[in-house]
């Protein structure tokens, strides 16, 4: 369906966008933040001080990617605390009256998965630094919330991983969904999170 913008349609808030985009920004920064300091943590090619050679280097370097995980991660966390108390107290716009009812409570029941994961992910990995007493962010310790228990520690860390994993894939899918609304179906979905006028949802 072509855009038609004879009908009225309203945007978020200027604060549901900025909220949004600002996530979205996060989350763009920390997935090769975490791929990368996983590789060179535990696969990336390195001889050590005997001259053999070894998989993995923690180093300044690796701790410094490390850090800004942490950091982006506890980020991530509260700001989507923010994002989904502002969502459930204001609301949201109605959604576009072109697309099939199908395809919008597909839409909401992606999204709240979204958000349901973006809590579940940074939770499961502070428990994972906390079990394993990996706190150290920039020469400063975040609080322990468990007891020590480094196989704990190791296996909460998987599922941080694979929490992860799927929290990537449905952000590819929220990604192709706005791609399909606004360049094949063209309807005006994604409008309603650009910096336009904004009506109070």
């Known amino acids: 369906m072509a855009q038609d913008p004879k009908y009225e349609l309203p945007t978020y808030t200027p604060t549901a966008r900025g909220l949004h985009w600002l996530i979205a920004l996060l989350i763009l920064i920390q997935f090769p933040i975490a791929f990368y300091m996983t590789y060179r943590g535990y696969e990336m090619p390195a001889v050590n001080d005997k001259g053999e050679a070894v998989k ?6 690796t701790g410094f990617f490390y850090s800004w995980h942490k950091v982006i991660g506890l ?3 509260f700001l989507v605390l923010i994002r989904l108390a502002y969502r459930l107290t ?3 716009p109605r959604p576009d009256p072109s697309v099939p009812k199908p395809l919008t409570g597909i839409s909401h029941l992606v999204h709240w998965l979204i958000y349901a994961l973006l809590i579940a992910v940074p939770i499961i990995g502070y428990r994972g630094i906390s079990y394993g007493r990996y706190l150290d962010v920039f020469g400063f310790s975040l609080p322990a919330v468990t007891e020590k228990n480094e196989d704990l520690s190791k296996e909460v860390f998987e599922w941080h991983e694979r929490a992860a994993i799927v929290l990537l894939l449905l952000v590819s899918l929220h990604i192709a969904a706005a791609i399909y609304h606004r360049f094949f179906r063209k309807d005006r979905v994604v409008e309603r999170m650009l910096p336009k006028r904004s009506l109070d949802a």
């Not at 993995?56 to 370097?61: H, L, M, R, S, W």
């Open 75 to 77: 980020t991530i966390f």
């Open 56 to 61: 993995g280097v923690f180093d300044g370097v």
């Open 90 to 92: 204001r609301g949201a």
